[in-house]
């Protein structure tokens, strides 16, 4: 079974780094992208990136360019959103998902999220 | 605001059929690319619900349907069931921006 565990809930103050985790299991972790995607609280889903774990590729939305990094660690076959500095706003539930590749695909399965809060 | 343009909400009794519409525009589903629909409950992980327009995965009861004409794609629900209450997503490609786009989310209410 396909399957994405994502890492904890974190509480973080303002300015402060983070880096969250999707570890995949039961498929080869190099041949499908990851992406993540943003929820704010009570909103809709934001396509933030993805990346191919067979050789980083990686692409960001306009949106999130700069704003976050997207890695993979393939010995461990995980995948990981970081910070760099945290702003109240980034407060939001993040999901990672497995994705095909290619314009017409679509994410599936997704990890069960976590909830980022950044307050002071 | 969302490049793909969803009610905030439709409601139906039980039994009933609903559709949920996905309008977008010539850069998204009107150049072509597919949509895909999710369905999310509360404080859980989106799931895939349909896939390339009108293509369901195993596990999903065939009384969900998506359809695509022009620039808007509908998703159907026939027999309306409580489990049903839950929010939709539709999401496609978008060439200007260059990446994938969701819809702003359907909330389904059962009455």
């Known amino acids: 079974e396909v399957q994405l565990v994502q890492s904890g809930a974190e509480v973080k103050k303002p300015g402060e780094s983070l880096k969250i985790s999707c570890q995949g299991s039961?498929?080869?972790?190099?041949?499908?992208?990851i992406g993540w995607v943003r929820q704010m609280p009570g909103k809709g889903l934001e396509w933030m990136g993805i990346i191919y774990p067979g050789d980083s590729d990686t692409r960001y939305s306009p949106s999130f360019q700069g704003q976050v990094t997207i890695s993979v660690d393939r010995s461990i076959s995980t995948a990981y959103l970081q910070w760099s500095s945290l702003k109240a706003s980034d407060t939001a539930m993040y999901y990672c998902a497995t994705f095909s590749g290619g314009t017409d695909n679509w994410f599936d399965p997704w990890g069960q999220g976590t909830l980022v809060t950044v307050s002071s | 605001q969302s490049v793909l343009t969803q009610p905030p909400s439709v409601s139906g009794a039980p039994g009933q059929r609903v559709t949920i519409s996905c309008t977008g525009s010539s850069s998204n589903i009107g150049a072509h690319y597919n949509v895909h629909w999710y369905k999310q409950f509360p404080g859980t992980a989106p799931k895939l619900l349909i896939y390339g327009n009108s293509n369901r995965p195993s596990g999903v009861p065939d009384r969900f349907s998506g359809s695509k004409s022009g620039t808007s794609a509908s998703l159907a629900i026939t027999g309306l069931q409580a489990e049903d209450e839950a929010d939709y997503y539709c999401?496609?490609?978008?060439?200007?921006?260059?990446?994938?786009?969701f819809g702003g989310g359907t909330k389904l209410t059962v009455l």
């Open positions: 999401q496609s490609y978008d060439t200007s921006l260059s990446g994938w786009v």
């Open positions: 039961g498929y080869t972790f190099t041949n499908y992208w």
